[in-house]
């Protein structure tokens, strides 16, 4: 295999026509560089340069070899250069983001804007998560992903916090816990919709109530936040759903804190550390978080 370095030192000489002079350049001794000389004829099979007088002249072989050798020393080294700026105008691109339809609804439309102010060319595709399996992103079909911290998250996944929430009651405009304080027994008392992904029929809201003596009753499971707040709109159902999804939804809507002590969680953006680096892929990072960050800010009172 030929050393590429050579491709280096070949353009030097080339540009040089002289050993001295290529030497003083690429910082090495004369006899390095004639020996490097010696290289270049045995691997072109060609002598490149040859003695006319006090000098050397390059042979047409190295006349021929002048422009392309000098072409492929740059681009070699473009490649190889740090790159530190990207116009996302010129940048042409599509992103899948694996997120959930609440994190979408809450936050695509002014993502999107974004999106086309900046980057005209990107195109960015959501799809629909229903698990924590960070394979996707591993084999690289996904981009970036969205969802609560796990501690048990894969440690090759990169993650960084997008916001803090937390778990809020919301009842439809007049339904009874909408007057009054909401009681641990009174919110138990009530007709429930649970929201779980993978069918389970209770979660940490239940092993709350069930230390003070208390269960709660689940009339209905689905998969989405947005669904049980929907059914909670038209319906006597009592949804407890993460409180960013209720920033935009609350015509025909009553929240209320829920009577059972439980933590914030941390909603972050996940991706492999392979694409940490890439700078069409980093601005999208950086979209994504400073859109989270005005949405939480326009929603304080």
Not at 54 to 59: A, E, H, I, K, S
Not at 95 to 101: A, Q, V, Y
Not at 157 to 186: E, M, P, Y
Not at 249 to 272: D, I, K, N, S, Y
Request: a neutral charge.
């Amino acid at each position: 295999m030929a050393d590429l370095n050579l491709l280096i030192t070949l353009d030097v000489l080339l540009a040089e026509g002289s050993v001295a002079g290529a030497a003083r350049r690429l910082r090495l001794s004369p006899s390095a560089m004639s020996r490097a000389l010696a290289r270049l004829r045995e691997t072109t099979g060609d002598p490149l340069l040859v003695r006319a007088g006090r000098g050397l002249v390059p042979t047409p072989r190295a006349m021929e070899l002048r422009e392309q050798v000098s072409r492929l020393v740059q681009e070699a080294s473009a490649v190889l250069r740090p790159v530190h700026t990207l116009d996302m105008a010129q940048v042409e691109r599509t992103f899948t983001l694996r997120t959930s339809e609440e994190f979408v609804e809450n936050v695509g439309a002014a993502l999107l804007a974004r999106t086309a102010r900046e980057a005209p060319g990107v195109r960015l595709r959501f799809i629909h998560k229903t698990d924590k399996d960070s394979a996707l992103l591993r084999d690289g079909s996904v981009d970036l992903e969205t969802g609560v911290v796990d501690p048990a998250a894969s440690p090759e996944v990169l993650t960084q916090a997008l916001f803090r929430d937390r778990l809020v009651g919301v009842v439809r405009s007049g339904h009874a816990l909408s007057q009054g304080d909401v009681s641990a027994r009174r919110y138990a008392e009530g007709q429930h919709v649970y929201v779980s992904r993978r069918g389970q029929d209770r979660g940490q809201i239940d092993d709350a109530l069930e230390a003070q003596g208390l269960t709660r009753q689940i009339s209905t499971i689905v998969a989405g936040f947005a669904t049980a707040i929907a059914l909670a709109r038209d319906t006597d159902l009592i949804a407890s759903v993460p409180e960013r999804y209720t920033f935009h939804q609350r015509e025909g809507l009553h929240r209320f804190e829920l009577p059972v002590a439980l933590p914030t969680f941390t909603v972050a953006m996940l991706w492999h550390p392979r694409l940490d680096a890439d700078l069409a892929h980093r601005w999208l990072r950086g979209c994504l978080r400073e859109v989270c960050a005005e949405q939480v800010q326009s929603a304080l009172p």
